[in-house]
């Protein structure tokens, strides 16, 4: 069985919906419970593709699983609904996320006691110019270089950041990638991971 090491475990809300997420490293999905959503770091030209929501909040494309779609297909559709970005076929599964809701609320079903998002890193090939977001979620789409990573994101998106950084790092042709993300000095690509890594999330 596949070691999994816990990333982090926070309790938020979505909406009204109180929730707890405990993300952890995995290249395999677990099977005791259905993914709902995809969401994936993706890298162009140095950068990372992010997108912001109508509430000024920046974060990683993805979203929720069509009926019948497979998370490659729904990854592909969620990049270019929300981001207009089409991606290179080389994405890997890094990481998930296990989502509980920590409460019911009224009129709500609830048919599983957790479900799952999958997490996948990669690279962009192209990006169209960009577009409404069908559903209306996402405002604006962003590259965002290391230090705007560090300004501007969450704790728990840089550290699953710093996650994919470490899965695409060991692939043929990561280093670059990283190297042009990070930077090329190794004692300054050290410190700026380290400051995007924050600490761990209690």
């Excluded at 140095?46 to 779609?69: A, K, M």
């Excluded at 994919?164 to 990561?174: F, L, P």
Aim: aromatic share 8%.
């Amino acid at each position: 069985m596949e070691e999994r090491r816990t990333l982090f475990e926070i309790e938020t809300k979505w909406g009204a919906q109180p929730v707890r997420l405990t993300a952890f490293q995995c290249c395999q999905l677990p099977m005791d419970a259905p993914v709902t959503s995809v969401h994936f770091v993706a890298f162009h030209g140095g950068r990372v593709l992010v997108v912001c929501d109508r509430r000024g909040v920046f974060g990683f494309p993805g979203g929720r699983l069509e009926p019948d779609e497979t998370l490659d297909q729904a990854m592909l559709r969620e990049a270019y609904e929300e981001a207009c970005a089409h991606l290179n076929p080389d994405f890997e599964l890094f990481a998930g996320i296990r989502i509980e809701c920590t409460e019911k609320l009224p009129g709500r079903s609830y048919p599983y006691p957790y479900t799952y998002v999958a997490l996948y890193t990669g690279t962009v090939r192209a990006l169209d110019p960009i577009r409404r977001d069908p559903a209306g979620i996402v405002a604006s789409r962003s590259l965002f270089t290391c230090e705007d990573c560090e300004r501007r994101l969450v704790l728990h998106d840089r550290i699953l950041l710093c996650e994919a950084i470490r899965t695409i790092a060991h692939r043929k042709g990561g280093q670059r990638i990283v190297r042009a993300f990070l930077g090329c000095d190794p004692q300054r690509a050290r410190e700026a991971y380290q400051r995007l890594r924050g600490g761990a999330v209690k």
